[in-house]
């Protein structure tokens, strides 16, 4: 992978969005969740007006998030999944309509979004692992269309304009379950499919694998320049980002990371505390790109980044 120069001009990092991803390191700003088990000892009444709580509080505090990344020249935030937490559980779960204050909390929502687009940051979610569009399980499928769904209608009111899911697993047939992923996107509502977005992995898709589907469906390509080293298919990390571009019809959305052992230690696939500066591909620079750093360290993270490449 081509490394980029430290202290690039400001008219190489012109048009570059750092985004900053779910949590916080340091700032007390935090997003609150429970677990389906926890749910289940309470009758229905109480189930919901504990939903209300933590949702009440997770809108406020995802204010708070966005009012952090301004003030802070950070220019993208990704959205905790859970925010409306086990809101799609078969037995536990519910409608935002059934909440308490349900019109409170809706309405903090679009404000965040009203914020977000006032300040231009960008929104958007990624779902976990479990989200897989190309399970050949039926139930599995409509799990995760429900799922996606359900991230669908938070990012109306949130200005979100990404879901992003990995291509799934390869079931002993990547091409068999590329098509099968291709079908299912016809299961999706038009403001479901309008914001999905596919990431390669470091373990099964490489943008090779994906970039045809990407181009037949008209799904953009959250190129991760991490995963691509740690699965290579013989492509270039320069004809991957030109290639992904085209893929988009708004801003590309990319992911960096870098290695908390290195390249060379024994599992480069982890990520580290903090990004290397020299992992940040030079194809990146000179164009409108939101890259969404994937550190442990989160927000100072992004501050030493910005500080490497002269933000």
């Known amino acids: 992978m081509a490394a980029a120069k430290i202290k690039p001009t400001p008219t190489a990092t012109a048009g570059l969005r750092l ?6 390191h340091e700032q007390p700003i935090k997003f609150r969740v429970t677990t389906a088990t926890a749910m289940q ?30 003030a802070h020249r950070v220019g993208s935030f990704r959205i905790l999944t859970p925010i409306f ?11 935002v309509e059934e909440l308490p204050s349900a019109g409170e909390i809706i309405a903090q929502l679009q404000r965040c979004g009203e914020f977000a687009r006032a300040q231009g940051l960008r929104t958007g979610f990624h779902p976990d692992q479990f989200v897989v569009l190309n399970s050949p399980d039926e139930n599995i499928v409509a799990r995760s269309v429900a799922d996606l769904e359900s991230q669908a209608e938070l990012a109306e009111w949130t200005n979100a304009d990404t879901i992003n899911i990995h291509g799934g697993g390869a079931y002993g047939d990547k091409r068999t379950a590329l098509e099968r992923f291709a079908r299912n996107l016809n299961r999706l509502s038009a403001r479901a499919r309008a914001r999905l977005t596919v990431e390669n992995d470091d373990k099964t898709y490489t ?12 799904v953009p390509l ?52 903090y990004i290397n500066p020299k992992d940040f591909p030079a194809a990146w620079f ?15 993270a992004i501050a030493r980044l910005q500080a490497d490449l002269n933000l």
């Open 222 to 273: 959250v190129y991760d320049a991490h995963h691509h080293r740690c699965l290579p298919d013989g492509l270039t990390v320069e004809a991957v980002t030109e290639a992904a571009r085209k893929t988009w019809n708004r801003e590309p959305l990319f992911h960096l990371s870098s290695p908390i052992e290195g390249w060379t230690g024994p599992k480069p696939e982890r990520h580290h505390d």
């Open 19 to 24: 985004g900053l991803c779910c949590q916080f």
């Open 286 to 300: 000179g164009w409108p790109v939101t890259v969404e750093i994937e550190a442990k360290a989160k927000e100072l």
């Open 85 to 95: 937490p086990v809101k799609t559980h078969p037995t536990v779960g519910y409608r």
């Open 41 to 70: 000892r309470l009758s229905r009444r109480q189930q919901l007006a504990r939903y209300a709580e933590l949702c009440a509080g997770n809108a406020a505090a995802l204010l708070a998030a966005l009012q952090f990344c301004a």
């Open 207 to 218: 943008p090779a694998d994906l970039l045809p589907l990407c181009q037949a469906e008209g």
